[in-house]
T-cell receptor
Framework: GAGVSQSPSNKVTEKGKDVELRCDPISGHTALYWYRQSLGQGLEFLIYFQGNSAPDKSGLPSDRFSAERTGGSVSTLTIQRTQQEDSAVYLC????????????FGPGTRLTVL | KQEVTQIPAALSVPEGENLVLNCSFTDSAIYNLQWFRQDPGKGLTSLLLIQSSQREQTSGRLNASLDKSSGRSTLYIAASQPGDSATYLCAVSSLTQGGSEKLVFGKGTKLTVNP
């Protein structure tokens, strides 16, 4: 596709359940980012993948959060034992290489934890 | 720690008016600055990217300026239209605790252009 795609667009889950969010970056983009946007808050950096390098996980809020990127393309963000405070829009972005060429965002996944 | 502030938080103007959105950042050691637009329930659309060596960028009715030394950027929108109504986000490149590049975002300015 021409842009970054994310699925699902909406996810409602019960507290304590695990969820997986998927991101397909722009073809050829080696850098992939996950951000979280909570109601009334700015975007919060979560994790960064660059090529085959070890990911930068310094933004993950707790060990319930993890992410992987398979084959240098598709990425999955997993949240285990979800809590109500995890409710937010999770945005994925990709860039050609780092930030020099700008960052391109997907439409996001709106997660609601009941 | 890099912090980005956008003023005002919300702005309502009549159609046709020229307007300026402001962004300030605390650490001038940035690689670039990017302005985004976010429509309700949607992702972010990149509007303008200014490299640290540049002073401004223009795209159509939009002009963004960057004063890196003072930590400020402005987004100028000429002849505003109702379709410009959205939240405008400013973001600057910064380093994560892990040493990677990331964008640090302001909380945005919600713009409403009234017909």
């Amino acid at each position: 596709g021409a842009g970054v795609s994310q699925s699902p667009s909406n996810k409602v889950t019960e507290k304590g359940k695990d969820v997986e969010l998927r991101c397909d970056p722009i073809s050829g983009h080696t850098a992939l980012y996950w951000y979280r946007q909570s109601l009334g808050q700015g975007l919060e950096f979560l994790i960064y993948f660059q090529g085959n390098s070890a990911p930068d996980k310094s933004g993950l809020p707790s060990d319930r959060f993890s992410a992987e990127r398979t084959g240098g393309s598709v990425s999955t963000l997993t949240i285990q034992r979800t809590q109500q405070e995890d409710s937010a829009v999770y945005l994925c972005a990709s860039s050609l290489k780092g930030l020099a060429g700008g960052m391109f965002f997907g439409p996001g996944t709106r997660l609601t934890v009941l | 720690k890099q912090e980005v502030t956008q003023i005002p938080a919300a702005l309502s103007v009549p159609e046709g008016e020229n307007l300026v959105l402001n962004c300030s950042f605390t650490d001038s050691a940035i690689y670039n600055l990017q302005w985004f637009r976010q429509d309700p329930g949607k992702g972010l659309t990149s509007l303008l990217l200014i490299q640290s060596s540049q002073r401004e960028q223009t795209s159509g009715r939009l002009n963004a300026s960057l004063d890196k030394s003072s930590g400020r950027s402005t987004l100028y929108i000429a002849a505003s239209q109702p379709g410009d109504s959205a939240t405008y986000l400013c973001a600057v490149s910064s380093l994560t605790q892990g040493g990677s590049e990331k964008l640090v975002f302001g909380k945005g300015t919600k713009l409403t252009v009234n017909p």
